[in-house]
DNA sequence: CAGTGGTCTAGACCACAGT
DNA sequence: CTGTGGTCTAGACCACTGA
């Protein structure tokens, strides 16, 4: 069968990043040591350094040498231009999705914006409306598709306040482990576009157009984001 | 002095990265092989690996468990979201950047989007103000902000093409080793973005707001970025 | 000074891809 | 099957920060 051993490395740096974002750990903290983690847990240090390294690219943590590891401020914004499979929203903003109709099977779109593969082509694609809210108001509007690919009762799945990373890593074992993302500001011109994000017409949004790589080989799925910053910024690392 | 011994896998990454910008490896090539690598530079996996894990992130390859490293497609947009501590611009895109009058100092505003520290305060900035064109567009609209502390003559050294990156590497020891960013859509409401964009007023265009941290402890520079995404997206990978 | 992170070596075993 | 990358160990020496 599938056989999934979880990294040791992984294991640490979950554990960490759940303990800074619970607050467990605060902004300005020291985490234990390199040789601190690796006593308690067993392991060596390139291991633990290896979680820690996610950690900083993902800006939980900064080190500096001779010093430690210092925890560093939670994004003020919305931590979606970084992330790495892990759920998408990160900081105490209060997060929720919503569903618009349900997940449906269909052809591709004739001007698909990005290459799809003849097999991606030839199976269709589940199509997935979505909207996120931040503090009850609406910020991302969220289209996605999904290959039709060996995805068993996926349209029947009620994906309300659920991340799909998660879904499709703890009922496909899919993990995404990577993509690219094209951005533009452009006109809300899109009726539909208006009314999920309470936007008037013409008024500036953030397009994000996303292709996520998973671990299983050739599985990419594909993400289109309208996001209103009238109140929320996107937020990044590098 | 200061003592700047280069890291082996920093050499190796480097090098590859060369390679690969300037058309030695390809689309879809194979890089050699972790160990082959390893014979050629004389060093070990783990720091081979390092050098390759850089090149990863920053999405010049991709890696394939029994197969190899395989060089990707350069980025169609333009590479600032990822970009860490090298030039800006990756790709075929032709980039010229010009400068608006001469760095100048002056206090910080009042207003600063990014708190900053009283001795940063205490010493004022240099204010900074350039167009990046694109195939001669005008496409980004840059104001950076430098605190005013050892940096002498910079403000009459010429930025023109000149990445600003380079500049504080080369004669100031300066290297940018990370930051975060905040990303909006907005209406070019300023007449002065408007002109030198060459956007109609309430356009939509992408502002940036970045802090970029180098590796002079404390020692961080901030850019305030009005992109004209009409014909160019901006390019991340994660 | 003692402790921290930064770099590096020299091995090892495993899972996966192409033959 | 061989060779690839993925993970991991058990050490080592260095440069830096703070006391």
Same sequence: chains 1, 2.
Avoid at 13 to 34: A, C, H, M, T
Avoid at 111 to 126: N, Y
Avoid at 150 to 176: A, H, M
């Amino acid at each position: 069968m599938t056989k999934r051993p979880i990294p040791h490395y992984r294991r640490l740096y979950e554990q960490l990043r759940k303990n800074i974002v619970d607050g467990v750990y605060r902004e300005g903290d020291l985490l234990p040591s390199e040789n601190e983690l690796c006593a308690l847990h067993n392991l060596t240090r390139p291991t633990v350094r290896k979680a820690l390294d996610m950690l900083t690219h993902e800006g939980f943590i900064k080190k500096r040498q001779g010093l430690g590891s210092i925890v560093h401020k939670l994004p003020k914004g919305i931590g979606i231009l970084s992330v790495a499979g892990t759920t998408s929203a990160v900081g105490s903003t209060n997060l929720t999705t919503r569903m618009v109709g349900k997940p449906r099977v269909q052809p591709w779109p004739d001007d698909f914006f990005f290459s799809l593969s003849a097999r991606e082509l030839s199976t269709g694609c589940i199509f997935l409306e979505r909207i996120r809210l931040v503090n009850d108001r609406p910020v991302f509007y969220d289209i996605t598709y999904l290959p039709n690919i060996n995805l068993p009762r996926f349209t029947s799945r009620n994906l309300d306040n659920k991340s799909l990373f998660d879904v499709l890593r703890q009922n496909y074992q899919l993990e995404v482990k990577g993509g690219e993302q094209y951005l533009k500001a452009i006109r809300a011109k899109d009726e539909t576009i208006c009314r999920y994000l309470n936007l008037a017409r013409d008024e500036p949004v953030l397009h994000l157009q996303r292709k996520l790589e998973t671990s299983r080989s050739g599985f990419s799925f594909y993400s289109f984001m309208y996001c209103n910053t009238n109140d929320f910024s996107l937020y990044g690392i590098f």
